[in-house]
């Protein structure tokens, strides 16, 4: 039920932020015409709002939808909605200005865009505030105890668009007969039974069609984090998921990581062709190390990097086992005498992992991920470790922000799932910028 409406609202809202773009944009080239020109010199700052507003609108559907898929999330605080809202218009606003200026689609003027932005935000912050006082509420009857019912409620009752109107029954003895009666006779839009003798209830709400819900716990008795009901022909599934089901969002993911590494791999071709020069003439060996590592849902891929260590240093790599400086499964050494000269600097600078910049081309990786780990690593895993395989592998993450060789494989894994249980296109966004001052202070590259 409430996701049902919360998937109404989503579409409803992203067209209403859409058609508040249009307005402001357009209202902000009348107003910058109108101050500049006067009502004669009009009809040049339509045409340029005619000519860009294609160009940009694209910019803000996928920005606006990305953001509202948060209705979808249970329970949901309405200030936190309204700031990730402002936030999501902001990056818009910004990618659409360096299509403007940067990529010199169209002339438009700064004060016209400022005048845009500052329009725009009161209004979307309005109209969520309408939206969410305005949308009639559920009517709910909340079966089982006291306790239970309370705090049902409490749980969703601060949800933006999908409010509760609490239904109170008296009748304590939930007989068949009282059953139907009472719902026959009342405005009820949701049953949801907490107890568990739901039979009767199934009964007479089925007949009457009006949905009932129970909680899954009742059936499955171990934590579910999110399950997902599909028909198959007469058959319904039921499926478990460890983490939301964003599959838009990390679609879009997925793409922009293309588009992103071959933009990257285009700008930094005159690196390609130092760095490589440098490893062939400082060290033997082929400028490319490859390595088989281990991605999405355990699937293996050939890993490219730039040769940090001499031409044979695999073979050493037993004999340094006891100054491995990392618990567990992975091998890092601060000082290890197998890295070249240059390849100390490629790595204090994170310059190595570039060539990775085609795994993420081919999709073997993504920009923002778990690192992928060796086979042999992750044979040694336990079973919940296994876990940060269930996302794409990238070329940054919160441990390379956080300190990388100086963290702990367990802290290291935690940090991982963490990424997992709280992805988001903002979290990957935040990522990538951190990244950057990470790897020019050169904390914990080794």
């Known amino acids: 039920m409430l996701r049902q409406r919360a998937g109404v609202g989503k579409w409803a809202l992203t067209i209403s932020d859409l058609l508040i773009v249009i307005f402001t944009y357009f209202l902000a080239h009348v107003i910058r015409g109108l101050l500049d020109t006067g009502i004669s010199g009009l009809d040049v700052y339509i045409s340029r709002f005619l000519r860009s507003i294609p160009a940009i609108l694209p910019i803000f559907f996928i920005t606006f939808y990305m953001n509202n898929l948060k209705l979808e999330e249970f329970p949901l605080e309405r200030n936190e909605f309204h700031m990730k809202t402002i936030v999501s218009f902001t990056l818009g606003f910004l990618i659409s200005i360096f299509m403007l200026y940067q990529l010199k689609l169209f002339f438009q003027s700064r004060f016209m865009l400022f005048i845009f932005y500052i329009i725009a935000v009161p209004l979307l912050y309005g109209i969520r505030e309408v939206f969410s006082r305005k949308v009639p509420p559920i009517r709910v009857l909340i079966v089982g105890s006291s306790k239970q019912s309370e705090e049902f409620f409490e749980r969703f009752s601060k949800t933006i668009f999908t409010g509760i109107e609490r239904i109170e029954w008296k009748d304590k003895t939930q007989s068949i007969a009282g059953i139907k009666e009472f719902l026959k006779n009342s405005h009820v839009d949701w049953v949801v039974v907490l107890g568990k003798d739901y039979s009767e209830w199934m009964k007479v709400c089925t007949d009457l069609g009006i949905t009932l819900s129970i909680p899954l716990e009742r059936f499955v008795k171990q934590p579910v984090f999110f399950a997902t009901l599909e028909r198959i022909g007469d058959i319904n ?120 910049l085609w795994n993420v081309l081919k999709g073997d990786m993504s920009l923002v991920g778990p690192r992928p780990p060796l086979p042999e690593e992750v044979e040694k895993y336990e079973l919940w470790e296994r876990r940060r395989l269930s996302m794409k592998p990238g070329l940054t993450c919160l441990w390379q922000i956080r300190g990388r060789s100086e963290i702990k494989f367990s802290e290291w894994i935690k940090m991982d799932l963490e990424y997992i249980d709280n992805w988001s296109l903002l979290l990957d966004i935040k990522i990538l910028l951190k990244t950057i001052p990470a790897v020019l202070s050169g904390r914990g590259a080794y």
Request: aromatic content about 12%; charged content about 25%.
């Open 237 to 356: 599934i039921l499926s478990f998921h460890r983490s939301s089901q964003r599959h838009l969002e990390l679609f879009v993911k997925y793409t922009l990581d293309k588009i992103l590494a071959f933009i990257f791999l285009v700008m930094a071709f005159p690196l390609f062709v130092v760095i490589s020069i440098l490893i062939k003439l400082t060290s033997k060996g082929p400028v490319i190390f490859k390595q088989i590592r281990v991605g999405l849902n355990g699937k293996k891929f050939m890993f490219y990097k730039f040769r940090t260590m001499y031409h044979g240093a695999d073979r050493m790599k037993k004999q340094l086992l006891n100054f491995n400086e990392m618990d567990r499964v992975v091998f890092k050494m601060k000082n290890d005498p197998r890295i070249t000269p240059v390849g100390r600097v490629l790595r204090r600078l994170s310059l190595d992992e570039l060539p990775q």
